[in-house]
Nanobody, 125 residues
Framework: QVQLVESGGGLVQTGDSLRLSCAVS????????MGWFRQAPGKEREFVAA?????????TYADSVKDRFTISRDNAKNTLYLQMNSLNSEDTAVYYC?????????????????WGQGTQVTVSS
């Protein structure tokens, strides 16, 4: 059974940093596309970042987080990360990690077949 468990969310101030983790079990992370999505209150879930499966390991970012967020994975720990810097109030949301078998269209949520339960990130000004 595939499980994704996020952690690392919390309450921070504008300009702070956070690192989210997504521990994966039941699936070898590096052979699948992995993505981060977020959903703010009253808004639809939106794409944040993705990393393709090996060997390319290509990363893709939403324009709103480019140059501030970094997606990475630790193959030995089978864990996905999202390093978030220069946080602002627009980043407040529940963050979800997801895993899928596709080799393109990483921004589409319907391409991922497993999701975590989410972790709350709140940025106060």
């Amino acid at each position: 059974q595939v499980q994704l468990v996020e952690s690392g969310g919390g309450l921070v101030q504008t300009g702070d940093s956070l690192r989210l983790s997504c521990a994966v079990s039941g699936r070898t992370l590096m052979w699948f596309a992995m993505g981060w999505f977020r959903q703010a209150p009253g808004k639809e879930r939106e794409f944040v970042a993705a990393i393709s499966r090996r060997p390319s390991s290509r990363t893709t970012y939403a324009d709103s987080v480019k140059d501030r967020f970094t997606i990475s994975r630790d193959n030995a720990k089978n864990t996905l990360y999202l390093q978030m810097n220069s946080l602002n109030s627009e980043d407040t949301a529940v963050y979800y990690c997801a895993s899928g078998s596709m080799s393109s269209d990483f921004m589409r949520a319907d391409g991922y077949d497993y999701w975590g339960q989410g972790t709350q990130v709140t940025v106060s000004s």
